[in-house]
């Protein structure tokens, strides 16, 4: 099966597994699964670990962010135009107006993968199409 990941699951892959629901890691560490993160959320992670945002102890540059996705054996994934025409028909929630994350929910409903994340608020997309596996952070 093929799963898509936010941002905050990397983190938490990289520094953290407690962090991952037994259902999470349990998804992500077998591996008959593909296991892919947005672009989108790999630049976002170099972004904040340059400016002293996040704090990742084996992150000490954006080549490591990298690094672990490939030593994870994660599976980049690029905006494609019909991910744009998806993200073009979503509603923008007051509470929920992060474009990163919209961008990447766009991606998950149009390529039908589900969406492993700990974002309180991706939750309001599920009725626009999201498969969401909700990671409560904790075990």
């Known amino acids: 099966m093929r ?3 936010d941002s905050n699951i990397l983190v938490f892959i990289a520094m953290d597994r407690d962090s991952l629901t037994r259902e ?3 998804i992500l560490f077998d591996y008959g699964n593909r296991i892919y993160i947005p672009a989108k959320c790999v630049e976002e992670l170099m972004y904040l670990q340059l400016s002293g945002k996040i704090s990742v102890k084996r992150w000490k540059s954006p080549e490591d962010i990298l690094r672990t996705v490939d030593e994870f054996n994660i599976g980049i994934k690029h905006t494609a135009d019909e991910h744009l025409w998806t993200l073009a028909r979503l509603p ?14 766009a991606q998950s409903i149009t390529e039908k993968i ?3 994340s700990s974002d309180k608020q991706f939750p309001l997309y599920r009725r626009h199409g999201l498969d969401l596996v909700f990671n409560k952070r904790g075990r």
């Open 92 to 105: 923008l929630f007051p509470q929920h107006k992060d474009p990163t994350d919209r961008v990447i929910i």
């Open 114 to 116: 589900p969406m492993i």
């Open 3 to 5: 799963y898509m990941i």
């Open 24 to 26: 999470v890691d349990d």
